[in-house]
């Protein structure tokens, strides 16, 4: 168990326990670890893209057992009910009393996945909107707080538009990243298919001696650091003037709000922590506006017919800014 995570050394300990208890069961996505460490870190939530079959699901669930969080899997289908996902009000009897007793959705949890979360209608995708942002679930009147740690990591692909629902701008804007799972690389692959064939069972993360190196506390700790380090005026202005630049973008309908601007504050903040440093830097800006702009922008139709992309957007803006020294 991780006793503190206040200094660097303390830092880049924990970092490499939890990536090497996530080795014994995925093999690369180190990058995705990465970035879901930071929402975690900083109390926000990922939106993460890919296809089929590249262990989204397994990544979440591996990454709560080792923080020794409550995880629960929210399956989004088309007929999904807002109540399916935050609970509801039933009547029950008790020594000839009726009374109303509040059953809890699986959204009491301190890890969500939201499996296909795009296959829902948006009424029932709203109603994580509250949770994701309030901390909350509104049920008959009544204020119900979730639990802390509380991060929503949401899974969507991005081939198969047939029967789904675009998430609203309102929603996308919750998510603080948005990562995307590549297809890995060869050698990856064969380390993959090898380990199958040696008997792994990814259903059975202890018999792949999977442990716990963090918990819930050790987590807080973490973000009161991570929430410390310096961004000197230089880097404010910076995180600043790429929002602008993406409203000034000739290919983009809807740029960076200046939400997004803390946004990159924040996830540029926990990366340079989790690098074991105290002060954000222009490359940390860097590293992390991608994953943090490229849900938050919208391109003109126009621009989608060329084949441009919000990364390709993002890239060019990246170039042109001037960086501060």
């Not at 591996?62 to 009910?81: G, N, S, V, W, Y």
């Not at 963090?214 to 230089?234: D, I, S």
Request: negative net charge.
């Amino acid at each position: 168990m991780i006793q503190s995570l206040a200094t660097a050394e303390k830092v880049a300990e924990g970092r490499e326990q939890i990536l090497a208890e996530l080795r014994k069961v995925i093999v690369g996505q180190d990058e995705a670890v990465d970035e879901v460490l930071i929402a975690l870190f900083t109390g926000g939530h990922c939106l993460i893209t890919g296809v089929p079959g590249l262990a989204k699901t397994l990544l979440i669930k591996t990454l709560a057992d080792i923080l020794h969080l409550e995880f629960k899997r929210i399956q989004f289908t088309p007929d999904l009910m807002p109540s399916d996902i935050t609970g509801t009000e039933v009547l029950d009897e008790d020594q000839g009393k009726r009374r109303l007793h509040f059953v809890k959705g699986p959204i009491f949890a301190q890890i969500i996945l939201a499996d296909e979360i795009n296959r829902t209608p948006p009424k029932t995708q709203a109603a994580l909107l509250e949770a994701m942002q309030e901390r909350q679930v509104s049920v008959e009147g009544a204020a119900r707080p979730l639990p802390e740690p509380f991060l929503v990591a949401a899974t969507q692909n991005p081939v198969e538009y047939e029967g789904t629902y675009p998430l609203p701008e309102a929603q996308l804007d919750r998510f603080l990243l948005k990562l995307t799972v590549a297809v890995p690389g060869r050698e990856d692959e064969i380390a993959i298919v090898t380990r199958h064939a040696a008997g792994f069972d990814p259903r059975d993360l202890a018999a792949a001696g999977v442990t716990p190196v963090a918990g819930a506390a050790e987590l807080a700790a973490a973000r009161e650091a991570a929430a410390r380090v310096h961004v000197a005026p230089e880097i404010t202005g910076y995180i600043v003037d790429l929002c602008r630049a993406t409203r000034q973008s000739p290919s983009l309908l809807l740029g960076i709000s200046p939400r997004g601007a803390t946004a990159l504050l924040a996830t540029s903040r926990a990366w340079a922590w989790l690098s074991g440093r105290d002060y954000v830097t222009p490359d940390d800006v860097k590293a992390l506006a991608r994953p943090t702009f490229r849900h938050r922008v919208q391109l003109r139709p126009e621009a989608e017919l060329e084949g441009t992309t919000p990364d390709g957007i993002l890239d060019a803006i990246l170039t042109s800014v001037p960086v501060p020294r």
